[in-house]
């Protein structure tokens, strides 16, 4: 019997298309399983297909016909009920979350936390959305602009926050006016439907957020091809996101793409060393490495450089390994079977390829019930340099290089000698340093004494290089994704009047 997915304890859950919970036209389904002990079932997601998307699309282009003339504060007030409604869940969201995603409870509440976050945040801009005026070159003729909605936007998200990243979208989709078909992670989509049941509880009307769950092959590509999809919003690898981009290319669409990282800390040698482990233990081990912000790289400056390898080794060694529901755990497993494989597979590149030291975990943790899970412990290469494999590809997953540097100028060439463009952090005590290195780090985001990771919703979310293709996500930048500028000219002067003529 198929119940709705509203009871999120439900085995099977539904597509949400139109208003109501249908099920897929294929009525096939797929296992989403605990990454910490595959023997529990979290439930079975519709695998649909392209019939479910070309529903949903041709049903939410429907729908923007009235839902872009919803005054804009009228539908932020949903936005803020929801995130009233999830306030009340947070608790179990996390759970649900811990459960299918791995990551610990505390980190779970955390992400469930950013997509309350963000229904604050961009629920007031419901009451701006600011455009603005200006000066006219001729007399008589007003000149102003103003943000419009897009249409459909068809959204493709990760897996690692699977109700932050999906709020980061939806909701900001939702307030400029646009409406929405969202293919959530085919591995934790649970946390998306517990957003979107939220929202559709607090009154989002029917047609105006879909969501179509399955594989990226089959649902995510019938979104990139089905025309009446203004825009795609992306977050997951660059592989990934560099064929979206090109798919979108031939039909037009906009498209936001947020993608890989591969972020370092730098520490000087006049740093609280102390408060520098802190920050690289929590950026490199907290969601056990699988952030796009996460610390893989520590430059560390020669003079010490040694001792906070040792350090880091001591305390990484004593990391709790285990099911993240465990509240006594620090690191959960990664996401399933094939991270496991690439994750091992860097190591033992790092290993044999690259020759580095490895200092501490290395292997997979396969003690008692671990067995069950994927878990690998925490691992720590030290003497790593710039050029190795493990020092540029990002592993996502809990693997970190303690790469030396001569000096400051060394440590920034360092760290902006890779593809992409994330994230990165300090650690000195000099202001000087600490400025400089703000300056010419090429990252979107930029940290003085704290970690890679923790970016807040009200500020721009996104990378320079490989990264992106320019967006940004948070802060009232994102509102550039999901709007469009419409500049208006009224002439009052009540005669021809000819811009850069008369
Ligand atoms: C991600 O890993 O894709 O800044 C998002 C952070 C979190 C978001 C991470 N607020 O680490």
Known sequence: ????????????????IGGEWVAP????????????????????????????????????????????????????EILFKAGEILIQRKEECARDMTREMGKVLKETRGDVQEAIDMTYFIAGE????????????????????????????????????????????????????????????????????????????????????????????????????????????????????????QACAATDKICSLEMGGKNAIMIMDDADLDLALEGVLWGAFGTTGQRCTATSRVVVHKK?????????????????????????????PVINEEALESILG????????????????????????????????PTVFSEVTAQMRIAQEEIFGPVLSVIECRDLDHAIEIVNGVKYGLSASIYTQDTNRAFHAMEDVQTGIFYVNASTIGAEVHLPFGGTKSTGNGHREGGTQVLDIFSEWKAVYVDYSGKLQRAQID
């Open 1 to 16: 019997m198929v119940k709705p997915a509203t009871k999120v304890r439900a085995e099977q859950y539904l597509n949400y």
């Open 25 to 76: 036209k294929s009525d096939r389904y797929l296992d989403n399983r605990n990454p910490a002990d595959t023997r529990e079932l979290v439930g079975r997601f519709p695998a649909s297909n392209s019939e479910d998307v070309d529903r949903a699309v041709d049903i939410a282009a429907e729908a923007f016909r009235t839902w872009r003339k919803v005054p804009a504060p009228r539908r932020a």
């Open 126 to 245: 419901g009451r701006r959305l600011h455009g603005y005026t200006t000066k006219a070159e001729l007399p008589n003729k007003y000149a102003m602009c103003s943000r419009e909605p897009i249409g459909v936007c068809g959204m493709i998200t990760p897996w690692n926050f699977p109700m932050a990243i999906p709020s980061w979208k939806i909701l900001p989709a939702l307030v400029c006016g646009n409406t929405v078909v969202i293919k959530p992670a085919e591995y934790t989509p649970l946390s998306t439907y517990n957003l979107v049941s939220a929202l559709i509880e607090a009154g989002i009307p029917p047609g105006v957020l879909n969501i179509v769950a399955g594989r990226g092959v089959e649902v995510g590509k019938a979104l990139l091809e089905h025309s009446k999809v203004r825009l795609v919003s992306f977050t997951g690898s660059t592989e990934v996101g560099r064929m979206i981009g």
């Open 304 to 332: 010490v450089a040694k001792k906070f390898a040792g350090m880091l080794a001591d305390r990484a060694k004593h990391l709790k390994l285990g099911p993240g529901l465990n509240e006594k755990n620090d690191v959960g």
């Open 346 to 377: 860097y190591i033992e590149i790092g290993r044999r390829e690259d020759k580095a030291r490895l200092i501490c975990g290395g292997h997979r943790a396969e003690k008692g019930d671990l067995k069950h899970g994927f878990f690998i412990e």
